[in-house]
C-alpha cells in the first residue's frame, strides 16, 4: 500500500506536479506518425500530460506540437488550415510555424510589427518507431533521443499501435509488470481443464526451448526475483514446470513508463514494447511497436499474433465499462477465464475497474507485487529527487537502448535468468547473427 500522499505523487502528471515535472525531463510519445500521414494533412488534436496540443505536418514534412489555443483569443488551433510551412487559425488568420513563431498576422496593419512579439508554445519533436516523440520539459535540460529501436530495421519499417484506456497510467503501467496475473486473467480455460492442456503441450517443456508464453504448463505463483539495472530494473516470474524445469519470464522496465515484456516467442517478439503514455491523470494511451517485417514463425497456433502485428494505427475498441467489456458468463464457466475476449480488453477491464485514480491506502500486496512495489518506489524516489534538484541519470542517449530484450523460456541446470535477454545470452547470439545474415 501508499500512503495517499505518494499515491497522489505517483498519479498526477500535470504542470508542475511532481511526477509531471520527472516525466517532463524524458522524450515522451505524443502521436503515431500515422496520424498526421502527409505534408499539409489535416491537423489533429494530442491530449498528453494534462496539456491540450494540436499536432501537424508541415509542407516540408517537418511535425509540430503546438499549444491548442491560439494566442490572440485561445480559439483551438485544431480548426487551423495547414498551409504554406504553418498553421493558421481560422478565427482572425494568424499562423504560426512548428517552431511555434508567429509568421503571419494579416488582421493587424502591415506595419505593425506585434506578429514578432508573439509567439505559442511549441514542443521540438522526433520521428522514431513509427511514433512522433515530444520533450515538454524546460528547453535547457532537453536530453538526447533514447534511441530504443536501433538499426536493425529501418525507420520505415516501424509501425506503432495504441488503444486508449479511460484510467491512471500508473494502473496500466503496473499491470504490465504483474507477472502472475498472465496465469488467471489471461488464461485460455477456466481452472480445472488444464491437465489436458498440459498434456497437449508437455512437448515444451524442455531447457532452452522459448515457449510460446502463458500456454506453457508450469505452475500459477510465480517466485519473482529482481535486479537493479543502468535503465531500470529488470525481473524475472520463476516458475516450476510439470517436469521439474524452472521456467523464467524475464521483463524489462525502464523509467518511466516503458516495459519489455517477455514475448509471445523468442526473445525479439512483436507486441512486446509496451508503452502507458499519460493522457492526463485519467487516461492513458497503451502503446506497442512492431515492424513490418518482424519475424513471425510459421505456426497456426501463431496466428492471432500475426493477426496482432497487422493491425496498425488506432485500434477501435468496443468493450467499455458501461457494456461491462460483454463479458460472457457462459464462456468464463466453460471456455475462457474471464468471459471478456481480447488480452488487452481483459487488462482493460481489471484496471479500469479500480477507479480512474486506485485508492492504495486501501491494498494488501503479495509476495507476487514485488515488482509492482520497486516499480512505485523508484519513480517514486525520482519524482523527490527531482524536486530536491537532483535530475534523472537515466536520459544519456549514449547508452545502449536498443540492446535491451526480454525473454522467456526454461532454465538449463545451473543457468542464471539474469544472463538472459543480455549479450552472454546463446540465443540472442543466435538471433543477432541471423539478423547481419539476413
Ligand atoms: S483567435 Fe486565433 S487568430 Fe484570432
Ligand atoms: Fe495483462
Redesign the pocket.
Known sequence: MLTKEDNEILCRVGPGTMMGNLLRRYWTPALLSSEVPTPDSPPVRCRLLGEDLVAFRDTYGKVGLLDNYCPHRRVSLFFGRNEECGLRCVYHGWKFDVSGACVDMPSEPAESNFKDKVRITAYPTHEAGGVIWTYMGPEDKQPGFRNFFGDAFPESEWRATKIISVCNWMQGLE??I?SS??DY??SGRPPGVEVKEAADQVWFDQPGYPPPGSRTPRSHSPTLEMEDTWYGFRYAGLRKTPNGYTNARVTDIILPFYTLVAPVYGPLGGDNFLVMVPIDDHSFWRLGFATTSTPVPEDPRLASLQAIIAQYGIKERNQWADNDYLIDRDAQKTSTYTGISG?AQ??LAVTESMGTIGDRTKEHLGTTDRAVIRMRQKLINAAKDLANGIEPADVDPSLPWDRIRSAERNLDEGEDWRMLGTEEDPLVRQLETDEVHG
Open positions: 499491470g504490465n504483474d496475473h498472465i486473467l489471461h488480452i481483459q487488462d
